[in-house]
């Protein structure tokens, strides 16, 4: 008897990269199986622990059949979740697929297939048109309370001090970001995702950088920030300064979507003035600290270069496989400044202490780095969205 779908829907509603991100943070593994009326051939993508190792869609397969599925824009989806004993022909992350996928299609080296108004390829809830960020199976472990939020209730206030941490187990809240011009919906997160930075809780005086709206009502499980400050203390410095930098990105990724939102940012058709370090798959399997100087991470589109974030001594630079952090080599340009100086980290230590993460935390980083390539691919969409009114 074959195997039936556990997953099924249409990427008009779920789109390719929010479903990536949903069964890569359920470590899924099986055959994902896309339909388009504008494409004589089914696609597939194999997928093994969440991660993409292949596609294929006709005589087309591998990277090359995997990033033109972004370009699908109504076709209809099913997962199958099946042992794949594929061997791997795609190397690049899964936060790296998915945000250079996004970027093809702005260049227009994706072709797109289907309607031309047909939403963003990033995935979007159906009533708010914001991409929307599902977790894992919710780890009850660390679920000390429940607290519940009916329609409209603010969860988070932005500005304010907090150190509560939660992750939704019933209903969908929205990220808002305020901003002088305006409030600025960045997306919405449902079951599985939790609310509040790793960093918010561990820090005395933290500062929430967005608010956070139920949108319908909302049960929220409060997660026990002394297990998980334990947890964090057993970490070396290198991996806790790992932590920091990742809310860092989080923090600037979101703040570059809310201008975009409110069409309070440039993008520049100059290439940056700054030495180059890396980009483009260049340096690819370099992990680094800085020690002195600043990086600035771009993002390049067809319309020019987007100042995405700017990193400091202590912050990291390049891919860790096991977390899809970066943005960096293949998705994003990184320059520095001529006094920038860093150092080289050795990967093998990162992933084995990551490995003896609880599931909870594992799940912790994992949201946080979707919400980031989610972000992300958004910003990529504004962008794109804008470049279209101009013309």
């Known amino acids: 008897m074959a195997p039936k779908p556990v997953l099924k829907g249409s990427l008009d509603f779920f789109g390719l990269a929010e479903l990536l991100q949903q069964l890569g943070g359920n470590g899924s593994s099986g055959i994902l199986k896309l339909v388009s009326g504008h494409v004589d051939s089914p696609g597939f ?23 033109s599925f972004f370009g699908w824009q109504d076709a209809e989806f099913e997962f199958i979740n099946e042992d794949v004993t594929r061997e791997r022909v795609i190397e690049k992350s899964r936060m790296e697929l998915i945000l250079d996928g996004l970027r093809m299609v702005d260049e227009g080296t994706t072709p797109t297939r289907g309607p031309k108004d047909s939403g963003s390829s990033e995935g979007r809830s159906r009533n708010s048109g914001l991409p929307v960020l599902k977790g894992p199976v919710v780890d009850y472990v660390y679920v000390v309370d429940e607290e519940s939020f009916e329609d409209g209730q603010e969860i988070v206030a932005q500005d304010r001090y907090g150190n509560w941490f939660w992750v939704i187990l019933e209903g969908t809240a929205e990220v808002v970001r305020a901003m002088p011009e305006g409030n600025a919906p960045i997306l919405r997160l449902t079951e599985g995702s939790y609310i509040g930075s790793i960093i918010s809780f561990l820090r005395e005086g933290n500062i929430r950088s967005a608010s956070v709206y139920a949108r319908g009502r909302v049960q929220l499980g409060v997660i026990d920030s002394e297990m998980i400050a334990r947890e964090y203390s057993n970490f070396s410095d290198m991996f806790q300064g790992i932590m920091v930098s990742i809310d860092k990105r989080m923090r600037q990724v979101t703040d570059v979507c809310a201008k975009l939102v409110l069409n309070r940012l440039k993008v520049d058709g100059e290439k940056p003035r700054y030495k180059f370090l890396m980009g483009r798959g260049k340096n690819q399997d370099r992990l680094l600290r800085i020690t002195s100087g600043e990086a600035f991470v771009f993002i390049t589109t067809k319309r020019g270069y987007v100042h995405l974030m700017t990193l400091a001594p202590g912050d990291i630079l390049g891919r860790i496989p096991n977390l899809n952090t970066a943005h960096e080599p293949y998705s994003a340009e990184v320059y520095v400044t001529g006094e920038f100086n860093a150092e080289k980290i050795d990967l093998t230590h990162v992933e084995r202490e990551y490995e003896q993460l609880s599931a909870t935390f594992k799940n912790m980083i994992q949201n946080m780095t979707n919400g980031i390539s989610v972000t992300t691919g958004r910003v990529f969409d504004l962008i794109r969205k804008a470049g279209k009114k101009e013309q």
């Open 45 to 67: 993508i194999f997928l093994k622990n969440g991660d993409p190792i292949d596609a294929e869609c006709g005589t087309v397969t591998g990277l090359e059949a995997f990033n």
